[in-house]
């Protein structure tokens, strides 16, 4: 089975721009979860879509945003680029999102750099 | 509230040794699970180990074991026979209605 796809593996924005990053789970999970990882902040959640449905959010702003398709892939969006905004973008899926019993497996990130 | 300590920032350990990571948890849900992921250089996490809140026997999975003390909050991971390749960052997570992560500890493996 193939693991988590993200694309692209890396990235280079200015301020201002917006960019839209992509993710495959893997073939059968319907959960996709975002994480944004900085040296400074660690591994913060961003949000969970199950079934094209955004079910948990993280405390973000709005500037950051994402949606599911309905074979399970997703995209994140981030307009309004600052330099706060580049870290390693990590993509998780899982067969349910059940938290409790369910295992996520990551992707191998995207690495976005903000200048 | 839901939080994941691990108060070890880095560790070293000598080739072939075992070592025990730490990871202390809060909650107050009744049914969570406690994972644990290795972070190499490369950034991708790799999933080791699971042990669910209601489990009784600790888990194992090849050279890994999760040392879970449900009454004390905490499930550590014990790496046997340390190899080079060990080296990368370890984060412990729970999963209940969301995941948390901990802060991770870097691992050392020295020859």
């Known amino acids: 089975k193939a693991g988590v796809t993200q694309t692209p593996r890396y990235l280079i924005k200015t301020r201002g721009q917006q960019v839209t990053l992509s993710c495959s789970p893997i073939s059968g999970h319907r959960s996709v979860s975002w994480y944004q990882q900085t040296p400074g902040q660690g591994l913060q959640f961003l949000f969970e879509y199950f079934s094209e449905t955004q079910r948990n959010k993280g405390n973000f702003p709005g500037r950051f945003s994402g949606r599911q398709f309905s074979n399970s892939r997703s995209e994140m969006n981030v307009s309004t680029l600052e330099l706060g905004d580049s870290a390693l973008y990590l993509c998780?899926?899982?067969?349910?999102?059940?938290?409790?019993?369910?295992?996520?497996?990551f992707g191998p990130g995207t690495r976005l750099t903000v200048l | 509230a839901q939080k994941i300590t691990q108060t070890q920032p880095g560790m070293f350990v000598q080739e072939k040794e075992a070592v025990t990571l730490d990871c202390t948890y809060d909650?107050?849900?009744?049914?969570?699970?406690l994972f644990w992921y290795k972070q190499p250089s490369s950034g991708e996490m790799i999933f080791l180990i699971y042990q669910g809140s209601y489990d009784q026997q600790n888990a194992t999975e090849g050279r890994y074991s999760l040392n879970f003390q449900k009454a004390r909050k905490s499930a550590n991971l014990v790496i046997s026979a340390s190899q080079l390749g060990d080296s990368a960052m370890y984060f412990c997570?729970?999963?209940?209605?969301?995941?948390?992560f901990g802060t991770g500890t870097s691992l050392t493996v020295i020859p």
């Open positions: 997570a729970m999963g209940s209605w969301q995941f948390y």
């Open positions: 909650t107050s849900d009744p049914s969570y699970g």
């Open positions: 998780a899926s899982s067969l349910t999102g059940t938290g409790s019993t369910d295992t996520q497996y």
